[in-house]
């Protein structure tokens, strides 16, 4: 009944900036929380950043100081602002929304994924 798209991924330089954005869409009622996962080559998916329905936000050590999460309510759509990119944050990145539908049922659903790369 939903589905996060994500758009914003690419390549950058050690040092660079990019934009991450989750848009849901369908039979939405209201969305909880929302987050930023990534995995990476070999590893487990990891959290990167989430954020409340209320504004209340949560980052992992590794990108705290240079990654910003936040949301646009009106749009169903979360962002994540990425500065002073490193090697080590390539990866997929997925979007995670706790989302109500209008069965009123509450679900996780996930994006399929961008890849973000950061060469040096």
């Known amino acids: 009944q939903v589905q996060l798209v994500e758009s914003g991924g690419g390549l950058v330089q050690l040092g660079g900036s990019l934009r991450l954005s989750c848009a849901a869409s369908?039979?939405?009622?209201?969305?909880?929380?929302m987050g930023w996962y990534r995995q990476a080559p070999g590893k487990q998916r990891e959290l990167v950043a989430t954020i409340t329905s209320g504004g209340s936000t949560n980052y992992a050590d590794s990108v705290k100081g240079r990654f910003t999460i936040s949301r646009d309510n009106a749009k169903n759509t979360v962002y994540l602002q990425m500065n002073s990119l490193k090697p080590e944050d390539t990866a997929v990145y997925y979007c995670?929304?706790?989302?109500?539908?209008?069965?009123?049922?509450?679900?996780?659903?996930w994006g399929q994924g961008t890849q973000v790369t950061v060469s040096s």
């Open positions: 369908g039979s939405i009622f209201s969305i909880n929380a």
């Open positions: 995670n929304g706790e989302i109500v539908v209008v069965t009123f049922e509450s679900y996780a659903y």
